[in-house]
């Protein structure tokens, strides 16, 4: 059984009986309660969701603390095929990708989020140590939102993600 085909369910059966456990889902459904409760918990984060695509663990962790204690939700990609099988599983509010990762480069990530009709409207910002200006032209015209050099500094980072997502929800 998928993800949404398990939230769908569980839905489902919350609407018929609102009171209904998290152990009675489970056995309902025939899956685990730790299944149910990830799921539960997913279903009711309503917390703005940042994906963040970086091999450099040290870069990685770091951005990931700093988000998360500014109240975003954050899922991490450390490579371009994990990157677009978070962004199905996840269907993040904004990407920041760097362009050097391992299998797909951040700019092919970009270019099949940015020519998929299902993923377009997530905004990128490109977020790499590729300062060169073709680099960011490049990147700009595959349809990344913001492109931000490393190092970068974070405050101003924050203040272009929460600009970025301002922007999307006036839209």
Avoid: W
Wanted: glycine share 6%; charged share 35%.
């Amino acid at each position: 059984m998928d993800e949404d085909n398990i939230s769908g369910k569980i839905l489902s059966l919350l609407e018929e009986d609102p009171g209904m456990s998290a152990g009675e889902i489970s056995k309902t459904l025939s899956i685990s309660i730790a299944v149910v409760e990830k799921t539960l918990e997913k279903m009711t984060d309503t917390r703005e969701k940042v994906l963040i695509v970086d091999d450099e663990l040290d870069a990685l962790v770091s951005l990931k603390i700093a988000l998360e204690a500014e109240g975003y939700n954050v899922v991490e990609a450390k490579n371009g095929h994990d990157a677009m099988e978070k962004v199905q599983l996840e269907i993040p509010d904004v990407i920041l990708l760097d362009l050097m990762i391992p299998g797909i480069d951040g700019l092919e990530v970009c270019r099949q989020l940015k020519s998929d009709d299902l993923y377009r409207h997530i905004p990128v910002i490109m977020l790499t140590a590729r300062g060169e200006i073709d680099d960011k032209v490049e990147g700009i015209e595959l349809g990344a939102d913001d492109y931000v050099t490393k190092p970068f500094n974070l405050k101003e980072l924050k203040a272009r993600i929460k600009m970025i997502l301002r922007r999307n929800i006036d839209m």
